[in-house]
């Protein structure tokens, strides 16, 4: 879990995985601000997956 829920934030995370080039495929909530960060840092993701509660 992060601190904050905006995108900043989120970048911020995702930008410290490892290995970011090999992910094909995001199951998120699909909230504005976290659906652009993942377009943002990680662009070769061809489609996300909302996750269904």
Same mark, same amino acid.
């Given at each position: 879990?992060? /601190?904050? /829920?905006?995108?900043?934030? @989120?970048?911020?995370?995702? =930008?410290?995985?490892?290995?970011?080039?090999?992910?094909?495929?995001?199951?998120?909530?699909?909230?504005?601000?976290?659906? =652009?960060? @993942?377009?943002? @840092?990680?662009?070769?993701?061809? =489609?996300?997956?909302?996750?269904?509660?």
């Amino acid at each position: 879990m992060l /601190r904050k /829920r905006n995108k900043d934030t @989120v970048i911020n995370y995702l =930008s410290k995985l490892q290995d970011i080039d090999k992910i094909k495929l995001a199951a998120m909530d699909m909230w504005n601000p976290y659906k =652009s960060a @993942v377009n943002t @840092v990680i662009p070769q993701i061809k =489609s996300a997956c909302p996750l269904a509660w």
